[in-house]
């Protein structure tokens, strides 16, 4: 498995912006898709968005498509989400996963195989 840290959270009044980061370690970074994930409080885990290994596949949830935008450098095991326009609706806590296989649901949280702990994204009105 990967160890995953997030960092980049906060508050932000509606309308602005935030960049989460997410650095990995523990094997090769390079080998495995990356997803975003948030939960807000009483909800399930939900998909933000994910890139794959080299990142030629990228995927959004259509709530935040044209809003948010996730890459990754390899070169310094990171991947991050840079969100833009924020709502209200966009608090929650945000999750990075790692997952190393090949064949899988890249909307399903099941199908990532490591998590970070989560940083806090709160949007006020």
């Known amino acids: 498995q990967v160890q995953l840290v997030e960092s980049g959270g906060g508050l932000v009044q509606a309308g602005g912006s935030l960049r989460l980061s997410c650095v990995a370690s523990g094997r090769t970074f390079s080998t495995g898709d990356m997803g975003w994930f948030r939960q807000a409080p009483g909800k399930e885990r939900e998909f933000v968005a994910a890139i794959s290994r080299i990142g030629g596949g990228i995927f959004y949830a259509d709530s935040v498509k044209g809003r948010f935008t996730v890459s990754r450098d390899n070169a310094k095991n990171t991947v991050s989400l840079q969100m833009n326009s924020l709502k209200p609706e966009d608090t929650a806590v945000y999750y990075c996963?790692?997952?190393?296989?090949?064949?899988?649901?890249?909307?399903?949280?099941?199908?990532?195989?490591?998590w970070g702990q989560g940083t806090q994204v709160t949007v006020s009105s």
């Open positions: 996963a790692a997952t190393d296989r090949r064949y899988y649901n890249v909307y399903d949280p099941l199908s990532y195989d490591s």
